[in-house]
């Protein structure tokens, strides 16, 4: 989007109406109510087919952007909404910020950026704009007054980056990535680059900036802009996220197939978009189902790991100028309060019928199946989750009377589950492959990373062999994520419980979820929140933190669950 600090609302609109001539052109792919009906009775679907075993890309989360300057920053309350878990909470897990052209401006964000961290959200951050001393003008086509940095400067701007990056991290926000620079080419009112720029920047500069680096930001998902930074292997090598917007980009884009014979080891993410447009009420129904249809095709057909909306707070947005959530927030929140960061997206049968669009998600023995009918009749509609036994069901809806509204609980029998899609809604089933009860409805997240004095329920161990525990790691320059699996693997409940474990030296937990943890380094408890202090035989459940490193990324070597020492996997 548009900068311009002293004029917000009218360079929205300027940008806005150059948007719209991309509409009128036909690049912009507004899909409208439902052309095709089903049956005037309820209908049945084809079979959806899920396999936990086939495994896709690693979730990092959803969420959208905050910018002070342009469109005042979120209140309190509106960031406990934003990035909440509970009902009638967002749930977002990714918040983006601007990086300012001067210092001056860096604290406008950090408030936001601060609370979103305490609940466990992870935070990046594009600029629009180097420090003007490091930028010349050009003529570009017919604009004679176009912007870019000077070659010259390129050593300076990288470490302009590097020192947002460091006044964050001393603030209390260790950011997961920082940008390059937002929509290169689509910068009339902001810096352009070109491929070619970008790549020499990656390649020759990009390797002293003290956190992940993200590269190119194209405003409608040209490859042309990041082809290149895949076929050099030096400027490849100095990327970690390919980051791209979807504005106007028709849905036979979505698919990148050098990204995935290129780029192994780096991240796909999807970090801008409104949809279908910025000028309708985000409240509008059957509309707002448009975007849950475009979420699931990011997901399924771009394979993105991230979907990061604009602005987080707009009439078109996710949470209404009230604060309060609007209908398109609700079908994000289908995703967002449920597939959470680190869960992985499993192979699912996409399209079971005309208007019903289905994606699955694994974490551990935990599944997530979301589906939409934009259809105007119900569907009648089977799941069949391969290796699955019996187990609880959990589901939440959005039509146009509930947003996000817990169900009645039901059962999957035998690895199958058939269950109604009401007309134009969007339903999330939560499930165990381990059977027993349904899991909890939403992991969410600690609410600060400072733990609670003792854990809700007082530990009692099941009996039988000792707990299993999984550790994995995600790390970069500085800091790290560990996502912990345990498994109770007696016969007997456990009923409140510590997972003891020794953090290796240099390594700090900054924030965390679905426990509380104590102390921050070395001899580290964890301890259960009130929604699972409870795990049955056989049953697993998800924790984990973000930390800091000073360069040591080992792993602990030995964990304890209530005293009785765990089986490693």
Request: charge should be neutral.
């Amino acid at each position: 989007m548009t900068q311009d600090q002293n004029e917000p609302v009218s360079s929205e609109r300027r940008m806005l109406s150059r948007r719209s001539v991309l509409a009128t052109m036909g690049a912009l792919p507004v899909i409208t109510a439902a052309a095709s009906v089903l049956g005037a009775t309820e209908a049945a679907a084809a079979t959806a087919s899920i396999n936990p075993s086939a495994q896709r890309q690693t979730i990092k989360g959803f969420g959208g952007m905050t910018h002070a300057a342009w469109a005042g920053d979120l209140t309190a309350a509106q960031r406990d909404t934003a990035f909440g878990t509970g009902d009638g909470k967002l749930g977002f897990s990714i918040l983006r910020i601007p990086v300012g052209e001067n210092q001056s401006d860096w604290s406008r964000d950090l408030a936001t950026a601060k609370r979103a961290v305490e609940l466990g959200a992870t935070v990046f951050a594009s600029p629009w704009n180097p420090p003007a001393s490091m930028t010349e003008t050009f003529t570009r086509g017919s604009q004679t007054n176009a912007k870019r940095l000077k070659y010259s400067s390129y050593a300076a701007y990288a470490q302009h980056l590097n020192d947002f990056t460091t006044y964050m991290r001393n603030n209390g926000v260790n950011l997961y990535a920082i940008s390059v620079q937002n929509e290169p080419d689509y910068a009339s009112t902001w810096t352009w680059w070109t491929a070619t720029e970008i790549v020499n920047f990656l390649k020759q500069n990009a390797s002293v900036i003290g956190t992940r680096v993200m590269a190119p930001e194209s405003f409608q998902y040209i490859k042309s802009m990041s082809d290149p930074i895949l076929n050099d292997s030096t400027a490849l090598a100095n990327v970690d996220i390919i980051g791209a917007h979807l504005y106007g980009t028709p849905y036979s884009n979505f698919p990148y197939p050098l990204f995935q014979q290129k780029g192994a080891g780096k991240e796909l993410w999807m970090t801008e978009v409104y949809y279908p447009n910025s000028t309708d009420s985000a409240d509008t129904w059957p509309q707002a189902l448009d975007v849950g249809e475009h979420m699931h095709r990011a997901m399924v057909e771009a394979e993105f790991q991230a979907y990061v909306w604009w602005y987080i707070r707009r009439s078109y947005g996710p949470m209404r100028e009230d604060g309060q959530i609007s209908k398109r927030g609700a079908i994000m929140a289908q995703f967002a309060r449920f597939v959470r960061p680190g869960y992985v997206r499993i192979d699912a049968t996409a399209n079971p019928a005309s208007n019903v669009y289905v994606s699955a998600y694994r974490s551990g023995n935990t599944v997530v199946i979301v589906a939409i009918n934009k259809g105007t009749s119900a569907v009648s509609q089977q799941f069949t989750v391969a290796g699955a036994g019996s187990a609880g069901v959990s589901s939440w809806v959005t039509d146009a009377s509930r947003n996000v509204a817990s169900q009645a609980a039901t059962s999957m029998s035998n690895g199958s589950l058939t269950v109604t899609l009401p007309a134009r809604s969007m339903t999330t089933f939560v499930t165990s492959l381990s059977g027993g009860s349904s899991p909890s409805p939403s992991p969410i997240l600690s609410p600060s990373p400072s733990p609670s004095a003792s854990p809700s329920a007082s530990p009692s161990g099941g009996t039988g062999t000792g707990p299993r525990v999984a550790y994995t790691m995600s790390t970069w320059n500085n800091g790290f994520t560990a996502s912990i699996s345990i498994t109770n693997t007696g016969t007997s409940t456990i009923d409140g419980w510590t997972l003891a474990f020794t953090l290796p030296s240099g390594q700090s937990i900054t924030s965390g979820w679905n426990a509380t943890y104590s102390p921050s380094s070395g001899q580290v408890s964890a301890r259960n929140v009130s929604y699972n202090g409870t795990i049955a035989p056989g049953a697993t459940i998800d924790i984990g933190f973000q930390a800091t490193h000073t360069g040591n990324t080992a792993e602990p070597t030995a964990f304890t669950l209530n005293g009785v020492p765990c089986t490693v996997v």
